[in-house]
């Protein structure tokens, strides 16, 4: 049986991509929305796991072990292995059974679902937590789903027995919206980085959402 796990209502993730075209580094972007009071981080990489790629995780794993703070790893059981992290997959990526089997029961296990007939398949799951989206258009994939809207979130946590991740074009503008909806959490990329992409402004921005959403 998988245990509880309790998610803040600010999910961010660090995309390498999109913090590459702001010339941050996920090592310091990590370290500054750590200090902003982020309780929990996601490292994404869609592209090859150089050794370079692999050294900056192995840095924001660091700061989150630091923190005492969940690092969840997009995709890849392998890299989540190795740094005693958890991990988030996708419908195209590793089952989540054989995803939970590898991790063991102690690791936090997510599961991307883009519908409402994925999400409800996906509650057989042995995750912890299932996103949700896209909710609103969204600029991290190049192929993205199709929008599915507020109101599909609102009927889906109907059904959903488990913590839902709403996923998507989120911003501090909309997020609000969101949570009420139905989300347990929020799932940010691009709306976590401000347009001068730095240590002071990355912790500012952090401290903003929690502002924002009341932590």
Same mark, same amino acid.
């Given at each position: ?9 600010v999910?961010?993730?660090?995309d390498?991509?999109?913090?590459? *075209?702001?010339?941050c580094l ?11 009071g982020? *309780?929990?981080? /996601?490292? *994404? ?8 790629v ?11 072990r630091a923190?005492? #703070?969940?690092?969840?790893? =997009?995709?890849?059981a =392998?890299?989540?292995?190795?740094? $005693? ?5 996708? /419908?195209? $990526? ?11 029961p ?10 409402? /007939? ?5 509650l057989?799951?042995? #995750? =912890?937590?299932?996103?949700?989206g ?8 190049e ?12 009927e ?11 996923i ?8 609000? $919206?969101?949570?009420?909806?139905g989300? $347990?959490?929020?799932? #940010?990329?691009? =709306? ?7 240590f002071?402004?990355l912790r500012?921005?952090?401290e ?8």
């Open positions: 049986m998988i245990r509880s796990i309790k998610l803040p209502r999910y961010p993730i660090l390498t991509e999109t913090l590459a *075209r702001r010339g996920p090592e310091t972007a990590a370290l500054a929305l750590l200090e902003g982020a *309780r929990i981080l /996601q490292f *994404r990489h869609k592209g090859h796991y150089s050794r370079a692999f050294e900056q995780a192995e840095r924001v794993a660091a700061h989150c923190a005492g #703070v969940p690092l969840i790893i =997009d995709d890849r =392998d890299i989540a292995l190795l740094l $005693d992290a958890g991990l988030h997959l996708g /419908q195209s $990526d590793l089952p989540p059974r054989e995803g939970r089997r590898l991790l063991g102690a690791r936090i296990l997510g599961f991307s679902t883009h519908n409402p /007939q994925q999400l409800a398949a996906a057989a799951e042995p #995750v =912890d937590y299932l996103a949700f896209p909710i609103f258009p969204t600029r991290s994939k192929n993205p789903d199709p929008i599915i809207g507020l109101g599909a979130l609102q889906v946590k109907k059904q959903a027995s488990l913590l839902l991740v709403a998507g074009g989120i911003t501090r503008d909309n997020a609000p $919206d969101v949570l009420a909806a989300a $347990d959490s929020v799932a #940010v990329i691009h =709306d976590i980085l401000p347009e001068t992409c730095n002071s402004t500012a921005r952090m903003e959402w929690l502002t924002l959403l009341n932590k």
